[in-house]
């Protein structure tokens, strides 16, 4: 069920705070590559890990996914998804702007659990 939440908590929308963090405090920054999605699943490798997880929009996973796979599979191109370690944020670019996504690595957030039922 695809419901409308305000919510910045992991999983949810990423606020303009935490994303202008990316450009003050990155931590550090590794590159990822998606492997698929399901749902509001989604699964990448990242430091020879195979990593799992969740975010509230199935749409956005979707796009993000998207996005990333036409990145990866084009040739000769430096641009690769990221990940910021200091906020636990997701990123690609796209074409002169950037498409962020904040998963919760612990599965479904209670917010999700409560609109299920």
């Known amino acids: 069920m695809t419901h409308e939440c305000t919510g910045y908590s992991p999983g949810h929308a990423v606020h303009w705070i935490q994303a202008g963090l990316t450009l003050k405090i990155p931590g550090e920054i590794k590159k990822v590559c998606v492997l698929g999605h399901d749902g509001h699943w989604l699964t990448f490798e990242m430091d020879g890990e195979v990593h799992r997880v969740w975010n509230h929009d199935p ?43 904040y998963p919760s690595w612990d599965g479904p957030t209670d917010c999700s659990r409560r609109e299920e039922r």
Not at 68 to 80: E, F, H, I, K, Y
């Open 59 to 101: 749409g956005q996973i979707g796009r993000f996914h998207d996005a990333a796979v036409d990145l990866q599979t084009t040739p000769n191109t430096r641009c690769a998804p990221l990940f910021f370690t200091s906020v636990k944020l997701l990123r690609i670019p796209v074409g002169n702007n950037v498409m962020d996504l």
